[in-house]
Structure formats: C-alpha cells, structure tokens
C-alpha cells in the first residue's frame, strides 16, 4: 500500500486585471520509485464549485497511489478560496460570481505553479464544467505558441448553452435571467420548480439530492463550507457561462496535447453526446474514439471503492503512461 503524504501550497493566478494567491494541495506518495519518477505531474480542477475540497481529494489520492504527483484547487470564490476574488456581501447575503474565465486563468496559473515547482509541463485531468475552462487554458497556449501540457483528460465535458435543455423551460429561464442585473442574486440551482426555476445551474431533483449527500460528506470531512459553498449566485453568472465556448477556437488549430476524453453512458446530467462531438472536434490526438464507460453516471461512481471509479483510474493511467 502506498503512503500518500498532502501538503498546503499556493499558486499565483493573473487574471484579467490583477494577480492574486490561491490556495491549493498536492498529494504525493511518500517514496517514488524509478517508474513513478517518469510520470508528469497532474493538475486536477473541476467545474462550479468543484477543487480540492470535493473531488479534487479523491483524485488526488487515487493518482498519488499510482505514483502521481498531484495538484489541485478550489476555485475562486468557493470553499478554501471563498473570499478570493469572486464572492461578495450584499446585506445580509454572501453572493457567487462563477466565471469560467477566472477558471480558466487558475488553469494556467496552477499550470504555470506545476511548470517551476515540479520542472516540468503537468498533465491536466478535469471534471465537468473544469473540462470547459481546461479547455480553453489548452487553447490559449495552443494560440499561443507555448509550451503545452503534457496530456488531457476531460471527464463528462459539455457545451454550457446545450446543457440548459435540461431546464423545464429554457427560452422563458433564459429571457428572464438576461433580464436582470448583473449582481442579482439567483439560487445556484434550477431543480424545475417554481422557486428555482432561475437558478444558476440546471439540476434535476434526483440528482441533486445524490450530490447533496455524496459531495456535502467531502466538504464536511475537508471542514468547509458544506456543499456547493454558496448560498446565491449573480445573474452575471448565468449570462457570462452560457456564451463561453472554447470549442469555437478548437477548428482547424495546432498545437494540441494529446488527450483522453471520458464520459459515463449512463450521465443523464452531462449528456454522453457532448464528449462524443468534442472528440470529433478536438484538434490533437484523442484517440480512436471518446472513452464512454458504462453503468457511469455524473459522479455516482466516483468513490474510492468503487469498481467503476477504479477502472476510470486505471485508464487515465495507462493512457498517460502510453501517449502522455
């Protein structure tokens, strides 16, 4: 058995208009052995209110027992990194900017952080929304001419406008939503009901009590906020997520890693579709098709012990090892 020790680090992030200090981790196994000392390091990020207080710490110490080195975050504004940036107090209400812009910066500056401190370019593995905001980090440098990251791992990717189909009624939810201020305050969920039926991310009722239980245990075993770490979330939000596209950027470029592009066939949240067009459409090596694993849904696998969250490990490793 692997011992995994996990140390605090921070990591400067240049947004658009200034440069601010993240907290972030990295969990590592205690001894790397000649093998392990050929892996590149990982960065892990995730999307919403995702990082190291939630997934992050499952991936984390999955890939550090295979002999990774890995780094992840929570995003601004959430949890570990609450009051950085993207959270402000109106009256008695804390509310939420969720910017996958920002989210793409903490790409780069997690990338950049992995770049001095390990010596040399990490891989990138991303969960849901973090796969957007990966993405467009992979674009940049591609646009670039930078240095590249070793190799991508996107798992249950989608296009930020498809998925607000998922809505009771997406035209009425979108007009009323543009329709605000930017810093109106709206519940980060949308469940179909009338009390949230302007909420910020579309969640079926099902599926939000399983997130409920499964990622409010992680928060409360990191001792943070409880899951999703926010209260209210700006209108800005919503108007800002469903015009960033990066796959727009993706046509005919160059300079592409090679990538791994994961979907579970059973993801009712994240359509399987979405990784399908992404892997058609991605401008690199992806391999002979998008790796759809069956009896996977959003993320109800992905606990240490189970069959399914293993198995999904074990291919990110091999597919590093072998093309990254």
Not at 244 to 252: C, F, K, T
Not at 285 to 311: E, L, R, T, Y
């Amino acid at each position: 058995m692997t011992n995994i020790t996990t140390r605090d680090i921070n990591f400067s992030v240049k947004y658009g208009d200034e440069t601010l200090s993240l907290k972030g981790m990295v969990f590592q196994p205690e001894q790397r052995d000649a093998a392990s000392q050929k892996l590149p390091p990982v960065i892990f990020n995730s999307g919403f209110t995702g990082g190291v207080t939630m997934y992050g710490q499952l991936f984390g110490r999955a890939l550090a027992a295979l002999g990774y080195r890995v780094m992840t975050y929570d995003v601004a504004g959430f949890f570990s990194n609450k009051h950085i940036r993207n959270a402000v107090e109106s009256g008695d209400k804390v509310i939420t900017n969720v910017i996958l812009e920002d989210q793409k910066d903490e790409v780069l500056g997690a990338v950049a952080w992995a770049r001095e401190n390990f010596g040399e370019m990490p891989a990138v593995a991303s969960w849901a929304i973090g796969s957007v905001a990966s993405l467009a980090a992979v674009a940049e440098l591609a646009a670039a001419g930078a240095e590249q990251i070793r190799f991508w791992v996107p798992m249950s990717y989608t296009n930020i406008r498809n998925l607000q189909a998922l809505r009771a009624d997406p035209a009425a939810a979108d007009a009323a939503i543009v329709q605000l201020a930017d810093d109106a305050p709206i519940p980060p969920f949308d469940t179909g009901t009338g009390e949230t039926r302007l909420g910020y991310y579309p969640l079926d009722p099902e599926t939000q009590a399983y997130v409920d239980l499964q990622l409010g245990g992680y928060t409360e075993a990191g001792g943070a906020d409880r899951w999703p770490g926010c209260t209210w979330v700006t209108a800005k939000s919503y108007k800002s997520c469903v015009q960033y596209d990066p796959e727009q950027s993706i046509e005919g470029a160059t300079g592409f890693p090679p990538a791994l592009i994961i979907h579970g066939a059973d993801n009712t949240l994240h359509m399987p579709s979405e990784s399908v067009r992404l892997h058609q459409n991605y401008p690199g090596d992806a391999g002979p098709h998008a790796f759809i694993i069956p009896k996977m849904q959003h993320g109800q696998q992905s606990q240490a012990d189970n069959p399914v969250f293993k198995a999904m490990i074990e291919s990110i490793d091999e597919a590093i090892r072998t093309r990254g």
